[in-house]
């Protein structure tokens, strides 16, 4: 009794020629017949894989034939060839030892192996040929793979709205091209036209298409049909309509007919981040409150909790944090929310700061920045002397390395120590100018934040009002007799602190004692007025937002309305919830997109537009561009490691250098420089 076994590694090899089983079983099995016939043994099972790669050892059809054996009274396993069986040793020998086992000997009907010592030896030479045929072959179609779409071409089947044809140039050599389908490339192309528009949704856009005759290209196993909604949303992501061809991550000018501009596409591409079809989803909060109220006797923050009352009606209710847990012996009461609304909007109305101290507080401010940056720009002018004259030391080694007066060795220690100097005074001369420039703009649009908060807070939104708390206050505690006491965040720390509105008043009253008066708001014993342009030149993330979103006009300010009460499946609901969400407009996401292709600091990007740096590479490649190289050049790695080693911290570095703290980080390490315990400064000498 004998089992044959028979495999071809794709579908293609398997239906060659319109036949059911192609050509190569056919031979395959004579093959085996003969090989049966010969050992007087008859083939009472056939197991036939087709379009099964060797490389795996779960082949349906070799799993059922091992099986098989194990139950059936069985002499001989013929294959074709060894490599039919497996193409690599460790799957050859499993399968080796599972027919040992069950009493099966393994033939090959072209090859001369048996369980002779010679048979074996061969057995294992064939085995290992296999191996290396398939990984070589992998091999080389990987890096011809690679190298057509380096050149433009297109690897695999083309999308919807192409087809792959082959044709022969006037040698009659074969070529394999790609050109647009001549039923689908106009519809295609309408659809990035009319989703660029922005009148469309995706599900709108894909009723359109299947009005007009969209469909897919037919195979022999499945008909054309209409696209399905996720077809069309790749179709509207692919660059391959705008001529460049994706592998492996990188993208390269394709060679094919590109079926729509570069400027539709990335104006659909524009769109469908604007729709969040291919963007972040914002984070849903229960109330615009949550995580900046805290309660006033054990700081435990407040959550919110509903309460269902007999006729069904939700009421909602903040409760402490602390007691809920049984963290603490707090026996604070429920608050209702619409109460403790209140109590934050007469806050914000009994902190708005007059207009006649906004004046004293920019003089006092402006007079405090005008100081040291006098202080900045003599320092400035003296890295400017310093780095002419290492300039100048600098030209003179090189010359004379030349006339032979100073070895190799020498001079490079040497280029080295002034490279990592004037790295240092070029990043001293240029932090200078664009730190203090930084902070007087940042100072102009906290006063007047300062100035109509209250007005501002009573204007927006929920989720706006969520950013404003983050951005004006680290905590707000909620008193036992419902005030609130606020814990205000840099800088209106010192904005709303009455004792330096006092000391603003003084100074702008008596402006011939104003340097006196400066002296005084310097020895302040709760230091706010310290450091004050790396103070105003260091944003918050939550007040970056609100800036952007209410003094530039990212997002439109209506009056606060009431609101249709929402249902759900326990009943009425006092109050909706409030969803945070910051959006460009598709001509923003655009302008965007081109700032980062011309070359501008994802820093100064994410400043310009106010947005966090980390969603620029996200936007980029989500929008078919290219990621730029990234890190550091060596002369800003060392500028880097020098300030932090003079004592900054690495958030200031990054500051200065327009980068993120965490490169700053890889750089001091690179350098060899030990990081300091985290807040700490090394002590002055």
């Given at each position: 009794?004998a089992?044959s ?5 794709t579908?293609?090899?398997a239906?060659r020629?319109?036949r ?5 079983i ?8 003969r090989k049966?016939?010969?050992l007087?043994a008859?083939?009472v099972e056939?197991?036939?894989?087709a379009g ?32 039919r069986?497996?193409r690599?040793r ?5 399968i080796?030892?599972?027919l040992k086992?069950?009493?099966v000997m393994l ?6 192996i ?7 030896l061969?057995h294992g030479i064939?085995?290992t040929i296999a191996e290396?045929y ?15 779409a380096?050149?433009?071409g297109?690897?695999?089947k083309?999308p ?6 082959t044709t022969?140039d ?5 070529l394999?091209?790609?050109?647009p389908?001549?039923?689908?490339a106009?519809?295609?192309k309408?659809?990035?036209e ?11 856009l894909?009723?359109a298409?299947i009005d007009?005759?969209l469909t897919?290209?037919?195979t022999?196993?499945?008909?054309a049909?209409p ?6 949303q790749?179709?509207?992501s692919n660059?391959?309509y705008k ?8 993208t390269y000018?394709?060679i094919?007919e590109?079926l729509?501009?570069?400027e539709v ?5 524009a ?8 963007g972040?989803k914002?984070?849903?909060?229960d ?13 435990s923050?407040l ?13 909602p ?7 809920h847990?049984k963290r603490t012996?707090?026996?604070r009461?429920?608050?209702?929310v ?6 934050v909007?007469?806050?914000y ?6 207009e ?6 920019r ?8 100081q ?9 002018n003296?890295?400017v002397?310093e ?6 030391e600098?030209s003179?080694?090189?010359q004379?390395h030349y ?6 060795d020498?001079?490079?220690s040497e ?11 070029e ?6 100018d ?8 940042h100072l102009d649009?906290c006063l007047?934040?300062?100035r109509?908060?209250y007005?501002?807070y009573m204007?927006?939104?929920?989720s706006?009002r969520?950013?404003?708390n ?16 606020g814990e205000p965040g840099e800088?209106f ?9 006092t000391?603003?008043?003084r100074h702008?009253?008596?402006?011939a004692?104003?340097r ?5 708001v310097a020895?302040l014993?709760?230091?706010l007025?310290?450091g004050l ?7 918050r ?9 209410v ?9 606060r309305?009431?609101?249709p009460k929402?249902h759900?499946?326990?009943g009425?609901?006092a109050k ?5 969400q910051t959006?460009l ?7 965007l997109?081109?700032?980062y292709?011309?070359?501008m600091?994802?820093q100064t990007?994410?400043v310009?537009?106010g947005?966090h740096?980390?969603t ?6 989500r929008?078919?561009?290219r990621l730029?190289s990234t890190?550091?050049?060596n002369?800003r790695?060392?500028?880097a490691a020098i ?8 958030q200031?570095v990054?500051d200065?250098?327009g980068i993120?703290?965490?490169t700053?980080?890889n750089?001091?390490?690179?350098e060899g420089?030990?990081l ?6 090394p002590?002055a000498?």
């Open positions: 009794m089992v076994y028979l495999r071809v590694s579908k293609e090899q239906e020629g319109g059911d089983e192609g050509f190569s056919p031979a395959q099995r004579e093959a085996n017949l049966a016939r010969d007087g008859i083939v056939e197991f036939v894989d099964e790669s060797a490389r795996k050892a779960d082949r349906p059809e070799l799993m059922r034939m091992i099986e098989y054996v194990k139950t059936n009274h069985v002499a001989y396993c013929i294959v074709h060839k060894v490599d069986l497996a690599n460790a799957d050859d020998v499993a080796h030892v599972a086992d069950a009493g033939v090959s009907a072209t090859e001369n048996d369980e002779t010592p010679s048979g074996m061969l064939m085995s290396f398939s990984r070589n072959l992998a091999n080389e179609v990987s890096k011809g793979m690679s190298q057509k380096m050149t433009g297109t690897n695999g083309a919807i709205g192409y087809l792959n044809v022969r006037e040698l009659g050599r074969e394999r091209i790609v050109e389908d001549p039923t689908r106009e519809i295609v309408w659809a990035f009319a989703y660029a528009t922005g009148n469309y949704s995706t599900a709108m894909r009723e298409l007009r005759g897919t290209p037919p022999p196993k499945r008909p049909r696209p399905a909604l996720s077809t069309v790749k179709m509207l660059p391959y001529g460049s061809v994706s592998f492996r991550g990188a000018d394709g094919h590109p729509v501009g570069p596409w990335y104006r659909v591409q769109v469908l981040g604007a729709k969040q079809v291919s972040e914002t984070q849903t909060h109330h615009y409150l949550k995580g900046t109220v805290f309660c006033g006797e054990c700081g923050r959550m919110v909790t509903n309460a269902k009352s007999r006729r069904g009606v939700i009421y209710y903040f409760i402490c944090a602390g007691r847990a012996n707090c026996e009461k429920a608050m209702y619409p109460d403790v609304e209140a109590a909007e007469d806050y109305r009994r902190i708005q700061i007059p006649h101290t906004i004046q004293a507080l003089s006092l401010i402006t007079a405090q920045f005008s040291l940056h006098a202080t900045v720009k003599q320092e400035r003296a890295h002397l780095r002419d004259d290492l300039q100048a600098r003179k080694l090189l004379a006339a032979g007066a100073v070895p190799l020498l001079l490079k280029q080295d120590r002034i490279g990592r100097r004037l790295a240092f005074l990043a001293q001369i240029e932090a200078g664009m730190e203090y420039e930084l902070a007087s703009a649009d007047a934040l300062g109509d908060c007005k501002l204007s927006i939104d929920d706006l969520r950013i404003a983050q951005a004006f206050f680290d905590k707000l505690y909620l008193s036992e007799e419902g005030t609130v006491i800088p720390n010192a904005f709303f602190d009455p004792e330096v509105q000391i603003a008043a702008e009253g008596r402006a004692e104003s006196s008066q400066t002296g005084n020895g014993n709760n230091d007025l310290v342009p790396r103070r105003f030149s260091n944003k993330p939550a007040l970056k937002s609100l800036i952007s979103h003094l530039r006009d990212s997002a439109r300010r209506v009056p309305g009431r609101t929402r759900d499946s326990r009425a609901v909706n919830p409030a969803k945070s959006r407009t598709t001509e923003r996401r655009v302008e997109l081109a700032d292709e011309a070359g600091p994802v990007i994410a310009k537009y947005v740096r980390g620029i590479p996200t936007f980029v490649l929008s078919g561009g730029r890190g550091l050049s002369e790695r060392a500028s300030l932090y080693r003079d004592g900054h911290t690495l200031e990054a200065r250098l993120d703290p965490k700053v980080r750089a001091v390490v690179a420089i030990s300091r315990p985290r807040g700490r400064r002590m000498k």
